[in-house]
């Protein structure tokens, strides 16, 4: 044969060379912000910017609209929630202006000097503006708070106290009273905020055929009553008793620990019905555990309030929310999103703890099907000693098994099972 046809016949072979590996990307959201991940070829991680060219105007309106209005606005709002909130900040604007006046006139009334009372008034005000700095602060929060509104009800009242403390005290040491009032009112304006946000899911947990209106203003009325009552004691001990700030420094810890105390017994007696971390893995630790499922009444007493985020072994020790970067290694990731096609969560067993990652439009339903398998692996890695991929795989098996009878349970026991609460805001999307 020439070398012509050798030539040829080279030419014709066809190419064994396999055709590179796709990248592996994803995009996760948190606190309204989006960012591609991507594995390079060399196994680096790459994190860009989704919509990076953005103009300045339209990332400073979007910022402020991420920062005071709800998130997926206006979608997430009914009609006329923008003309709402236009008046509503005009009436706050003029109610401020209007209290630094009358301060500063009841100052001038008092009768202080021009110059003095001019001073006390611009303390005054920088004062109860550091409340201000409490409530800005604290407003994004909001999520959490959405999570675990019984431990930010009693954690608002700690804070409270605390303000009220440092303003009781505040005549020991007069002349640091800026200082310890504005730190009060900062306090204050943190447990104001936190109060209100979860006035409305701990009223609504009460609420039965529509009746949500006149449960909160049934509500605001026996607070009202009380309050009135209180400034009466109040009263009444500022005269004798505590007359005296030596008075003051007895009866007022004994009243903050009466306050914090009630607001305790308040928040276990709350049978809240959405789905969070803690009640989620209450609920399958005690399926696993008696086949029962409890409903919201009889599951209220078993919250953590003070350490809501602590770990339940006889769940499976689950931990939610943590970056996907943060949870699977670059080699890893395909395989332990394969491990369970078509679901919308990932998890990964580990030594101490197991990490589930959820999508972003993971549902109660999503998260209590992770939460199982996750939960049934546990117990099988640790009556069997089998891998962890055995283990994931047994437990999903055994998932798919129950969760039908599972689910429908656990509607029919009034858990709301539509969307799960983890407070953190951090999801996938691949």
Same mark, same amino acid.
């Not at 996907?324 to 101490?352: A, D, T």
């Given at each position: 044969?020439?070398?012509?046809?050798?030539?040829?016949?080279?030419?014709?072979?066809?190419?064994?060379?396999?055709?590179?590996?796709?990248?592996?990307?994803?995009?996760?959201?948190?606190?309204?912000?989006?960012?591609?991940?991507?594995?390079?070829?060399?196994?680096?991680?790459?994190?860009?910017?989704?919509?990076?060219?953005?103009?300045?105007?339209?990332?400073?309106?979007?910022?402020?609209?991420?920062?005071?209005?709800?998130?997926?606005?206006?979608?997430?709002?009914?009609?006329?929630?923008?003309?709402?909130?236009?008046? #509503? +900040?005009?009436?706050?604007?003029?109610?401020?202006?209007?209290?630094?006046?009358?301060?500063? /006139?009841? @100052? $001038? *009334?008092? %009768?202080?000097?021009?110059?003095?009372?001019?001073?006390?008034?611009?303390?005054?005000?920088?004062?109860?503006?550091?409340?201000?700095?409490?409530?800005?602060?604290?407003?994004?929060?909001?999520?959490?708070?959405?999570?675990?509104?019984?431990?930010?009800?009693?954690?608002?009242?700690?804070?409270?106290?605390?303000?009220?403390?440092?303003?009781?005290?505040?005549?020991?040491?007069?002349?640091?009273?800026?200082?310890?009032?504005?730190?009060?009112?900062?306090?204050?304006?943190?447990?104001?905020?936190?109060? #209100? +946000?979860?006035?409305?899911?701990?009223?609504?947990?009460?609420?039965?055929?529509?009746?949500? /209106?006149? @449960? $909160? *203003?049934? %509500?605001?009325?026996?607070?009202?009553?009380?309050?009135?009552?209180?400034?009466?004691?109040?009263?009444?001990?500022?005269?004798?008793?505590?007359?005296?700030?030596?008075?003051?420094?007895?009866?007022?810890?004994?009243?903050?620990?009466?306050?914090?105390?009630?607001?305790?017994?308040?928040?276990?007696?709350?049978?809240?019905?959405?789905?969070?971390?803690?009640?989620?893995?209450?609920?399958?630790?005690?399926?696993?555990?008696?086949?029962?499922?409890?409903?919201?009444?009889?599951?209220?007493?078993?919250?953590?309030?003070?350490?809501?985020?602590?770990?339940?072994?006889?769940?499976?020790?689950?931990?939610?929310?943590?970056?996907?970067?943060?949870?699977?290694?670059?080699?890893?990731?395909?395989?332990?999103?394969?491990?369970?096609?078509?679901?919308?969560?990932?998890?990964?067993?580990?030594?101490?703890?197991?990490?589930?990652?959820?999508?972003?439009?993971?549902?109660?339903?999503?998260?209590?099907?992770?939460?199982?398998?996750?939960?049934?692996?546990?117990?099988?890695?640790?009556?069997?000693?089998?891998?962890?991929?055995?283990?994931?795989?047994?437990?999903?098996?055994?998932?798919?098994?129950?969760?039908?009878?599972?689910?429908?349970?656990?509607?029919?026991?009034?858990?709301?099972?539509?969307?799960?609460?983890?407070?953190?805001?951090?999801?996938?999307?691949?």
């Amino acid at each position: 044969m020439n070398l012509l046809g050798i030539f040829k016949m080279q030419k014709k072979k066809p190419d064994d060379t396999p055709p590179p590996p796709p990248p592996v990307y994803w995009i996760e959201t948190s606190d309204s912000m989006s960012h591609h991940f991507q594995f390079e070829s060399d196994g680096h991680l790459s994190v860009t910017l989704v919509d990076d060219s953005r103009p300045a105007s339209r990332r400073i309106v979007e910022s402020f609209l991420n920062k005071f209005f709800p998130s997926g606005y206006p979608y997430s709002v009914n009609e006329g929630y923008l003309r709402y909130t236009q008046f #509503r +900040a005009l009436q706050h604007f003029s109610s401020a202006t209007l209290s630094v006046l009358s301060t500063q /006139s009841l @100052l $001038f *009334a008092a %009768g202080l000097r021009p110059t003095p009372a001019q001073a006390t008034a611009v303390s005054w005000i920088l004062k109860d503006g550091m409340q201000h700095v409490g409530k800005l602060i604290c407003s994004n929060l909001g999520a959490r708070m959405d999570s675990e509104p019984k431990s930010w009800r009693l954690l608002a009242d700690v804070l409270y106290d605390f303000g009220t403390g440092l303003e009781v005290i505040s005549p020991l040491c007069p002349h640091l009273f800026l200082e310890m009032a504005g730190l009060g009112n900062f306090a204050k304006g943190m447990a104001v905020v936190a109060a #209100r +946000a979860t006035r409305l899911p701990i009223y609504s947990s009460f609420a039965k055929e529509g009746n949500l /209106s006149d @449960l $909160f *203003a049934k %509500g605001e009325a026996i607070s009202t009553l009380f309050n009135v009552l209180g400034i009466g004691a109040g009263i009444q001990l500022a005269s004798t008793v505590c007359s005296s700030t030596q008075g003051k420094l007895v009866v007022g810890p004994l009243l903050s620990l009466m306050h914090v105390y009630c607001v305790r017994e308040e928040m276990r007696a709350t049978p809240v019905n959405t789905l969070n971390p803690q009640r989620t893995a209450l609920i399958v630790a005690e399926f696993l555990k008696s086949g029962r499922i409890s409903s919201p009444a009889d599951l209220r007493y078993q919250e953590d309030i003070l350490f809501p985020g602590r770990l339940i072994e006889e769940a499976g020790s689950v931990k939610v929310g943590r970056p996907l970067h943060k949870v699977c290694k670059p080699s890893e990731l395909q395989k332990v999103k394969e491990k369970f096609p078509g679901e919308k969560f990932i998890l990964n067993r580990g030594s101490k703890c197991t990490d589930m990652v959820l999508e972003r439009s993971a549902t109660g339903e999503d998260a209590l099907r992770g939460w199982l398998v996750a939960a049934y692996a546990a117990e099988v890695a640790k009556s069997f000693h089998v891998p962890s991929e055995n283990a994931l795989e047994e437990g999903y098996s055994r998932m798919s098994d129950v969760f039908s009878p599972f689910i429908s349970e656990l509607q029919a026991k009034g858990w709301h099972t539509d969307r799960f609460l983890d407070g953190t805001g951090c999801r996938f999307a691949l």
